[in-house]
């Protein structure tokens, strides 16, 4: 990953300030975590700043730093740690077509094509004449089965455009341009993945999709949700409707934990079936009982002697030579 920097100072604003919106989203962060855990709301706040401006300034960085206690150099790391954080102005809409392997054989150079030629040069730093556009190229979004496809990120949100061709990229730029709305998702009007050469429509019942089909979940007394209800006084059962409360099954009343049952072995469960308490140890007496015969005696081994010590045999002494004749 190259080294990623924050913009140049003649770009960077003189200070940053959080608007109103961006404050009660603050206080759902901010209230997540102990005082003295406040760092742990660094990357929520860096991508409210960057869904405010479109990008996080340096004076974010350390607006961010003041109220996560925390300092301003860690807040710096974050930032250019993470690709999603723009380190530098944007278009207002940020076009990031994945080129991967899948959306390159269905045809994602169109995509790029039509990009370079409505908007310029790929980077996010490159903004088109109108200040509405930048793109760049990302890998793989997880949308395969959709292929090509490109995310558009604004203020608004970050949504997926799929089963794309470069006309109908084309006609998403205008309609953008225009201030139009645009509806996310296939562009061809099937419903996710499904497929569209079946010869049997398949995920076509609008009760997959509007939740008519969902049962309500069981009565568990234990939750949060449920204490908090009967504590406002409030019903805490609210799917009840005329059927008595449930609890789930083999839950445990004091932590809500679901006991398991105990398992049963292969031994355990032939007993269980004929109605024994399991095999018994298979000992002489009844095999002789069953049989009418008799254990042989093991044979009797005679004890070995144990073998004679060997006594190293003396070597004889070494001869003393002769003492020599003078000669006369």
Same mark, same amino acid.
């Given at each position: 990953?190259?080294?990623?920097?924050?913009?140049?100072?003649?770009?960077?604003?003189?200070?940053?300030?959080?608007?109103?919106?961006?404050?009660?989203?603050?206080?759902?962060?901010?209230?997540?975590?102990?005082?003295?855990?406040?760092?742990?709301?660094?990357?929520?706040?860096?991508?409210?700043?960057?869904?405010?401006?479109?990008?996080?300034?340096?004076?974010a960085?350390?607006?961010?730093?003041?109220?996560?206690?925390?300092?301003y150099?860690?807040?710096?790391?974050?930032?250019?740690?993470?690709?999603?954080?723009?380190?530098e102005?944007?278009?207002?809409?940020?076009?990031?077509?994945?080129?991967?392997?899948?959306?390159?054989?269905r045809?994602?150079?169109?995509?790029?094509?039509?990009?370079?030629?409505?908007?310029?040069?790929?980077?996010?730093?490159?903004?088109?004449?109108?200040?509405?556009?930048?793109?760049e190229?990302?890998?793989?979004?997880?949308?395969?089965?959709?292929?090509?496809?490109?995310?558009?990120?604004?203020?608004?949100?970050?949504?997926?455009?799929?089963?794309?061709?470069g006309?109908?990229?084309?006609?998403?730029?205008?309609?953008?341009?225009?201030g139009?709305?645009?509806?996310?998702?296939p562009?061809?009007?099937?419903?996710?993945?499904?497929?569209?050469?079946?010869?049997?429509?398949?995920?076509?019942?609008?009760?997959?999709?509007?939740?008519?089909?969902?049962?309500?979940?069981?009565?568990?007394?234990?939750?949060?949700?449920?204490?908090?209800?009967?504590?406002?006084?409030?019903?805490?059962?609210?799917?009840?409707?005329?059927r008595?409360?449930?609890?789930a099954?083999?839950?445990d009343?004091?932590?809500?934990?679901?006991?398991?049952?105990?398992?049963?072995?292969?031994?355990?469960?032939?007993?269980?079936?004929?109605?024994?308490?399991?095999?018994?140890?298979?000992?002489?007496?009844?095999?002789?009982?069953?049989?009418?015969?008799k254990k042989? *005696? @093991?044979? &009797?081994? !005679? #004890?070995? +002697? =144990? $073998?004679? %010590? /060997?006594? *190293? @045999?003396? &070597?004889p !002494? #070494?001869k +003393? =030579? $002769?003492? %020599? /004749?003078?000669?006369e």
């Open positions: 990953m190259s080294v990623r920097r924050l913009a140049a100072a003649e770009v960077q604003p003189e200070s940053f300030t959080f608007s109103k919106e961006s404050e009660k989203k603050i206080a759902f962060w901010m209230n997540k975590y102990p005082e003295d855990r406040k760092a742990s709301a660094v990357i929520p706040l860096l991508w409210l700043a960057q869904k405010q401006e479109g990008w996080v300034s340096e004076p960085l350390r607006e961010i730093a003041a109220r996560c206690e925390m300092p150099i860690r807040v710096y790391e974050v930032a250019t740690f993470y690709t999603m954080f723009n380190l102005p944007v278009g207002e809409h940020l076009i990031q077509v994945c080129g991967t392997t899948p959306c390159w054989l045809g994602a150079d169109d995509l790029k094509a039509v990009c370079e030629k409505r908007i310029g040069k790929k980077g996010r730093g490159n903004v088109s004449a109108d200040g509405k556009f930048s793109w190229e990302v890998e793989c979004l997880g949308a395969c089965s959709n292929a090509p496809m490109v995310q558009i990120a604004n203020k608004d949100g970050d949504y997926y455009y799929e089963d794309l061709t006309a109908a990229l084309e006609q998403i730029l205008d309609d953008l341009t225009a139009k709305p645009v509806e996310m998702g562009v061809t009007g099937r419903k996710c993945s499904e497929p569209t050469e079946a010869d049997v429509a398949v995920l076509a019942d609008a009760s997959l999709y509007d939740g008519s089909r969902a049962k309500p979940m069981p009565y568990m007394p234990n939750t949060p949700e449920a204490k908090a209800a009967a504590e406002k006084g409030e019903d805490p059962d609210p799917v009840k409707k005329g008595p409360a449930q609890k099954p083999d839950a009343e004091a932590g809500g934990a679901v006991k398991s049952a105990p398992r049963k072995t292969a031994k355990a469960a032939d007993a269980a079936k004929t109605g024994t308490s399991g095999p018994k140890k298979v000992t002489a007496k009844a095999v002789e009982k069953k049989t009418g015969a042989a *005696p @093991a044979a &009797k081994t !005679a #004890a070995k +002697k =144990p $073998a004679a %010590k /060997k006594t *190293p @045999a003396k &070597k !002494a #070494a +003393k =030579p $002769a003492p %020599k /004749k003078d000669a």
